[in-house]
């Protein structure tokens, strides 16, 4: 599972949570006797984590894996390509240590000391970025990344834009290309990446585990969904979702490089991007 599904599925937890409040909620595939543990999941109190169970309490097991999305058509999706359903989705939890919180805090302090020493005038607002998949190179998901990818021209383009009036941070993983003019904290895992997600104003970046995260801590967002997948399945209302109108649209191909959505990150321009963000960043 990725960050987004996990998301996802913890809006579900805490409903199944109130009804049964003396089971042991967890997360995985009952038919194969499987449970999955999750960042995500840790330090949530609807969650049990699945590998310290009280073998005395009742275990209620949530089926949410790769064979059963709610978004998902799998009867009409192929072995090339992925069919989606329209998903009212709920925005998910995350609950934060004390820890987490303080590192988060720290980091946002650095990120606008950085700004006072680069800047003479100031910030309009603080972004957090995510330009890549952590999964854009991997051998079984790369493909599909890949067609769901902005490029990195764009997000340079847009970054360079953006810098002069914003103080961005920028979430670094291993496949991340760094840019220049924005903040990089070091040694940030993806829980305290979100925790730092919280304290600022708004979330730039591409659909996925990150746009769930702002939607769970009730933040802004601007996401690129090109025309890989429909917002109707996988977005938010209150987010901006900059979605590639066609009729080839939502493609879902995932076994090979695809020209629509290459099509799609030529329709969806910078400036495309900068409207979304300054209509935010007014309100």
């Avoid at 799998?74 to 359903?85: A, E, L, Q």
């Avoid at 190179?137 to 790369?142: E, L, M, P, V, Y």
């Avoid at 840019?179 to 970046?205: I, S, T």
């Avoid at 969904?225 to 191909?253: K, M, Q, R």
Wanted: proline share 3%; hydrophobic share 30%.
């Amino acid at each position: 599972m990725g960050y987004g599904d996990d998301f996802m599925v913890t809006a579900l937890a805490s409903k199944i949570k109130k009804q049964y409040p003396d089971r042991q909620i967890i997360i995985g595939n009952s038919s194969e006797k499987q449970a999955y543990h999750s960042l995500v999941y840790e330090n949530n109190p609807n969650i049990s984590d699945c590998r310290k169970l009280d073998a005395n309490k009742k275990t209620h097991i949530i089926d949410y894996h790769q064979y059963n999305r709610p978004y998902i058509d799998y009867i009409k999706s192929t072995n090339t390509k992925y069919v989606w359903r329209k998903c009212k989705l709920q925005p998910g939890q995350i609950f934060f240590t004390k820890e987490e919180k303080l590192g988060a805090k720290k980091i946002i302090s650095e990120a606008i000391e950085y700004w006072k020493n680069t800047n003479k005038k100031k910030y309009r607002n603080i972004i957090f970025l995510e330009t890549s998949s952590t999964k854009i190179n991997n051998k079984q998901f790369g493909i599909k990344h890949k067609n769901k990818d902005w490029g990195y021209d764009n997000w340079k383009e847009l970054i360079n834009k953006l810098r002069k009036d914003y103080l961005i941070i920028q979430s670094i993983h291993d496949e991340s290309k760094r840019n220049v003019n924005v903040f990089n904290p070091k040694n940030m895992n993806f829980r305290l990446a979100c925790a730092v997600l919280n304290e600022v104003d708004f979330y730039v970046g591409p659909e996925g585990g990150f746009g769930h995260a702002a939607a769970a801590l009730n933040k802004k967002a601007v996401l690129y969904f090109g025309g890989w997948i429909t917002p109707e399945a996988v977005g938010y209302d209150f987010h901006e979702n900059i979605y590639y109108e066609s009729e080839l649209s939502p493609c879902g191909e995932y076994k090979k490089l695809c020209s629509h959505c290459e099509e799609a990150r030529k329709k969806i321009t910078v400036d495309v991007f900068l409207e979304h963000i300054n209509k935010i960043s007014s309100n």
